[in-house]
Every structure is written in C-alpha cells, then in structure tokens.
C-alpha cells in the first residue's frame, strides 16, 4: 500500500483489540495508529486525520459590494433634463442633449452580461442515527428480533436520505461512535452490516450518556436531529431528558422498535430471568414517547412494511432542510454601465468642443 501511495490510519476502540497489528499496519503504510475508548475521542481522532490528509479544495472567493454610481449619474441625469429643456425653448442643439440623456439612462439602469458560470454547494445539518443495543433489544416481537429490525430500518432510511450527512452511535451502558456523519451512506451501511457486539456491556440502556455525547459531538452551529431506535428501557424521567435536548439544540425523532404487547428475551438455551426467578417481559416503555414528545419532536410507531422509512426521510428532510446540502451552478455577472456612459459623454462633449475650434 505504500508504494502505491496509500497511507492507512487504524484505530483502536475499547480494550479487546490486538495493538500490535494496527500499529504495524499503520506504520508499514506510512500511517498512524490511534488510541481510542470514549465518542468524544474518537471524533476527535476523526478531525486529526482529516487534518493530516486535508485535501485541495477549489474555491471562488466572493465579495460583497455595493455601487454607488447611479448616485452622481442621477444628479447629471437631473442636468441634462434641465439642459434639455433650455435646448428646446431655444429651439437649436437638443438632439445632442436628447442623446446624452438616453444614453445615461441606460447606464443608471446598468446593463450586464452573463460570465462564466461557477459550481457551488452548501452543507448544513447532520443527523445523528442512535441505535439501543441493550439486552431487551433482543427480545423478538419484531421479526428476527428488536435489534435487527432496527438495523434493517436505519440501513433502508440511509437509501432514502440523499445529500443528507448522517452518522451513527450505538448505545447500552455507555454511547459508542461506529460512523461520524458523512454523505457516503453505501460506507455507513456497510459499518451497520459489520456490528459485532462481542464483550459489549449491554445489561442497561444510558439515554442521558447518549444525549451528553451527541451534544459533544459535531458543530452547535449546524441543525442537528437525533433519531433513537428503542424500546425506551432505562430512560428514567423523559422531561429531564427532553430539557437536555432542548439545551443542546438537538432535534429529537424516536422509532419504537418494540411493541406494547411486549416479549421475553433469549438466553442461551432458554429465557433470561429476573434475581427471583421469573422470566422477564420487555415492552415498550411509554416514557420514550413521552420524552420525544416534550422535547418537541415526532415519534413513529414499528410498522412490517417501508411506509415508516418514508416518513421518517420525510420527517428528517423537514428539520434538516434548511441544512440539507445543496448544489448548483451560479452565472457571474459583468456590469457594463460604462459604455453607455461613456458614450453620452462623448455625444454631450462633442458638439462644444467642435464649436470650440470653429471659434478659433
């Protein structure tokens, strides 16, 4: 790879990895390993490497003026109109004036040309695509079971979200980053297909770690919505998690991937029991509607069929639409006021300058 002029940056996430063989990779290619744990490191992590491969981007540069030219060429209109009208009581020389004043008329009105024309694009808001990977999501009254479900319905909204820059985060005991908004949704895709959740703490959902890392992450000056996949298990007191939303501007959507009927989850061989000895049913927690509700945000029931996925892009199109990015092309324009301008001034000094040297 680094004779083909291909540096790779690896990054370790959590305690199990092997370090030895990322920091060999990295430093073979001519690259960097990094060490991370925590969301906020690794977003972190994420602006060091883009800085170390910053690429060359073409840019137009703009500046904003005004003209103030049709201030003085109104006033010498103003004269040549007074002129005008002494050249026609005196009944001689108005064709002159007559000409002069047309011609600086169409130079207060600044006729223009198109120029060249010059590509441009706009970036705004991010969504951020929260995912509860806790052990109730493997609970199965949603086919093959909660998890999947949400997994399947995150990737089937990416393909619906075009120009949209979406990440993703996962979150149990503690919130982890899988993806940092980006609009390459195929590469975000194949990060949800490629979620292993091998020696991840998942006894309990933490929704305010998650709402303290999203508002962490990204730029507080960019609309950002936040779209949680959960059951709402673990979430505590939705209007204190609504107020925290608020505060962090985030613009919150929620999925239920669960059902009110509820279901019991598998383990091993058999079905996971309580500290007494019964077997536990999980179902959907009303306080995750009531918290995205309060925070002023929309709630969407788990439907078999992709009518959900629809309005959910729908949804995330309307916070985001203001941030959505665009593309285009602009026409400069060239202001040729001048010519006109300069030709009323010839045609109004002509006629005395002739009468100048027939005097002499």
Sequence with gaps: MKEEGIRVYTVGVGDDF??????????????????????????????????????????????????????????????????????????????????????????FYGPTVRGEPVGIRSGGGDLWIALDVSRSMDARDLYPDRLHFALHKAERLLEELEGIRAGILLFAERPWLVAPPSGDHEAVRRLLRRIDLKGVERERADWTALLKSVARLGDENKSRALLIFGDGEGIGDPGLLAESAREARLKVLGYATATEKGATIPEGKGLLRDSRGDVLVTRLDPRFTDFVRESGGRFFAAKNDDGDVREMAKAVKELLGEGKEKSGTVYRERNLFWIPLLLALTVFLIPWRTRGVGSA
């Design 18 to 107: 092997r370090r030895e063989i990322l920091q060999r990779i990295a430093r073979q290619s001519g690259g960097e390993f990094f060490d991370a744990s925590k969301p906020e490191e690794l977003a972190k992590i994420y602006e060091r490497i883009d800085r170390l491969e910053r690429s060359a981007i073409e840019t137009v540069p703009y500046i904003e003026t005004e003209s103030y030219y049709r201030i003085p060429l109104g006033v010498a209109i103003l004269l040549l109109g007074v002129l005008l009208f002494l050249k026609l009581r005196q009944g001689r020389g108005a064709f002159p004036a007559v000409l002069s004043l047309v011609l600086s008329l169409a130079a």
